[in-house]
C-alpha cells in the first residue's frame, strides 16, 4: 500500500473506501491491504444470506469452538440470557448515568456506560472480587478494543492473560456446583460449550467483546451524531429508537463482514483462491444513493416511513443475522433514554478503523432535564 493511500485511509477511511468503490470497474473491489470487497448492493446482499459465505467459522471466535453451529450455539444462549434480564440493565443504567461526570470524553465514556450497566450479568456478584476487577480492567484496558501504541497493546496483553486465568479457575469452581439457572454470562457459556477451562475463558472473553463494543460504541456514535446535527441546549427531537437505527445505519460499527473463501470461486467478476477473505462492507451499502434517498445525510427522521430507505445489515442479513442484533439496539436505545441533555464539543463524524468503526475523541456535557421515554 503506497504512502499516500495510508494517509487518505487515516485521514477518513471511509472516504477512502468509498472513493475505491467509486474508481472500481468491476461490482467487487481489490482491497489494498488485502481481500476483496463487494460493492454492488444486489450481489452484496445476495451474499449476506449465502449459506456458503456464511458456512465456515467466524472469525471473531477465531478456532476456539469446532464448528459454526457450535458459536450460533453460544451466541443465542448469551443473547437469550440478556434478553430476560434486560430489566437488571435498565435498573444498573439509572445509577450508572447518575454518576456520569457533567463532563466526559467518549467514547470512552460509552464504553464505561455499557459496562457499569452490564457488570452483574456478565459476572455476577458472587464471583471473587479479584475476578470482577480484573474484568473492569480489561474491559476498560485495550482488551475490548485494541489499543493503537505499542506499549498500551503489550499491557493489554497482560491484562488479558491474567483475566483468562482468574476466569478458568472460576470454570473449574463452578463446575462442581450443582447445575441451576445461569447467574451470570460466564455460567451461559459454561453450559454451551463443552471445552475445556481455559476454552471456555476464551469464548467467555470473546462473548463479553460481542457484548460491551456494540452497545458502548453505537451509544457513542449516536450520542456524537446527534450533537453535531442539532442544537446545542435542548433535547434531541427525533424518537430515539430512530437516533439509534440512523447511527446504525450512518455509522455501522462493523465496517466490514468477510468471509475466507473455502475454494476458487468468481464473484462478480473477480476471481478468488481459496483462502482470500471476501467482504461486504456495511458503510458502502448503507449509503448507496440507489438504495437509499439522500444517503449521505443524517436523518433519523427518515425511519418515519418505509419509503426511502434501502436495506440495514449493520449486524448481517437473513439467516445469518448477528443473534444479537435486536438486543443491542434495545440496550442502546435505553442508554439514550435518559434524564439528562448531552450537549457535544470537538466531535468529528470520521472514524478511527481497526477491527470496528469507533469515533475519535469527543467531549459531552451532561445537563439534567425531563424528559419522557419515547
Known sequence: MKIGDRRRLRRDPLEYLEDLHQRSATDVIRLPWGGW?????????????????????????????????????????????????VSQY????????????????????????????????LLSPGTPV???????????????????????RV???????????????????????????????????????????????????????????PIGTMTAWSVLLAGLHHPAGSPWPWPVEH?????????????????????PTSVGGAALRAGDVLSVSPYLLHHDEHQWSDAKTFRPERWTCPSGRGPSVSFGAGPFTCPGASLAQVLIADTLTTGACLTVEGGDARPVLNEHAIPRPFTVNRTMTEFRRR
Open 37 to 85: 470487497c463487494v460493492g454492488d448492493a444486489e450481489l452484496a446482499q445476495n451474499l449476506l444470506r449465502d449459506p456458503e459465505f456464511n458456512g465456515g467459522r467466524s472469525a471473531f471466535f477465531g478456532d476456539l469452538l469446532p464448528t459454526r453451529a457450535a458459536q450460533i450455539d453460544v451466541g443465542h444462549a448469551v443473547r437469550d440470557f440478556l434478553r430476560a434480564r
Open 90 to 121: 435498565r435498573a444498573a443504567l439509572d445509577e450508572a448515568v447518575a454518576e456520569l461526570p457533567a463532563v466526559s470524553v467518549w467514547p470512552d465514556a460509552g464504553t464505561t456506560l455499557a459496562y457499569r450497566c452490564l457488570a452483574d450479568l
Open 130 to 152: 479479584a475476578t470482577r476487577e480484573t474484568l473492569r480492567r480489561a474491559v476498560h484496558g485495550g482488551v475490548v478494543f485494541r489499543v493503537a501504541r505499542l506499549w498500551g
Open 155 to 213: 499491557q493489554a496483553e497482560a491484562v488479558r492473560a491474567k483475566l483468562i486465568a482468574a476466569v478458568a479457575e472460576q470454570v473449574a469452581a463452578r463446575r462442581t456446583r450443582q447445575a441451576g439457572e445461569p447467574r451470570d454470562v460466564l455460567d451461559v457459556v459454561l453450559g454451551a460449550c463443552g471445552l475445556a477451562d481455559r476454552g471456555v475463558a476464551e469464548v467467555y472473553l470473546t462473548m463479553v467483546r460481542a457484548v460491551v463494543a
Open 243 to 263: 437516533l439509534v437505527r440512523e447511527a446504525l445505519r450512518f455509522r455501522p460499527m462493523p465496517w466490514m463482514l468477510g468471509r475466507a473463501v473455502g475454494k
